[in-house]
């Protein structure tokens, strides 16, 4: 089992995964990178041919932290309303040890975007489908049919996506979730009128750009957006990862 690693001061749940030797062949790199693949519908690969994305740490989506840590493209002052202040204020004082994500859950969205273990997306018929060796081993269909989301879908983890293409870019429309994650490692909260707006664009064979608009009238005065890029890993294949087993987090989830 990949052990589960401390992400944040102290006490960080669930997101890290040591190196592992030969897991990414040694191969070449061209000095500029080719331009992205595409399918035979004209539409970018966004990773079915053998690979994998590999997210890096990123503990806090609005840009705090060291860089390391928090590889986003630019701060974002986060307009909380007086409550999800609060609360994130509260998770930080007691160094996450409340994160479901170091009991095994699944991290939601846009949170399981910023767990660093390897996903896999594949473009299918009326859909893509992202599978992730991380984050309680979990997949994700986006629809991508025409149809619309559902008048009341029943809340969950990872939501109800729906998506489309603006030129070469993968738009998804995701509402239906429930309040039990966190929005990223650092503790920003959101409620169930939580609604993600994503976009993904492979700007070359090596990089997928990211952004997430988080919109949640109940935890933030307006929305707010935060981006960052996705390296690929060309040769990584997806191992089997089972947090409940031997989940050394747990123990030292003490907070202070």
């Known amino acids: 089992m990949l052990l589960v690693g401390m992400l944040l001061v102290l006490a960080l749940p669930a ?152 030129g070469d870019t993968l738009v998804v429309d995701a509402i239906g979730f429930n309040d039990r994650t966190w929005l990223d490692q650092d503790g920003h909260p959101h409620t169930e009128s939580l609604h993600v707006i994503e976009r993904y664009t492979r700007t070359d064979e090596n990089t997928l750009h990211y952004e997430a608009t988080i919109d949640d009238p109940k935890a933030y005065t307006k929305p707010w957006t935060t981006s960052y890029t996705i390296p690929w890993a060309s040769g990584m294949e997806l191992y089997e990862y089972i947090c409940q087993e031997n989940n050394k987090d747990l123990p030292h989830m003490v907070g202070k």
């Open 15 to 166: 997101a890290a995964q040591v190196a592992v030797a030969g897991r990414i062949p040694d191969q070449p790199k061209p000095a500029k990178p080719n331009p992205a693949p595409r399918l035979a519908d004209g539409h970018p690969d966004l990773g079915n041919e053998k690979g994998a994305w590999n997210p890096r740490v990123i503990a806090n989506i609005a840009g705090l932290g060291t860089p390391s840590r928090s590889p986003v493209e630019k701060m974002v002052d986060v307009p909380f309303q007086p409550w999800a202040k609060t609360l994130y204020e509260q998770r930080r004082e007691n160094l996450s040890k409340d994160d479901p994500e170091g009991h095994c859950l699944p991290p939601g969205v846009p949170r399981i975007m910023a767990t660093p273990f390897p996903f896999q997306i594949l473009q299918l018929p009326g859909r893509v489908v992202f599978v992730f060796e991380g984050g309680a081993h979990i997949w994700r269909v986006i629809y991508t049919d025409g149809r619309k989301h559902s008048k009341d879908p029943n809340p969950s983890y990872m939501g109800e996506s729906v998506g489309h293409w603006d």
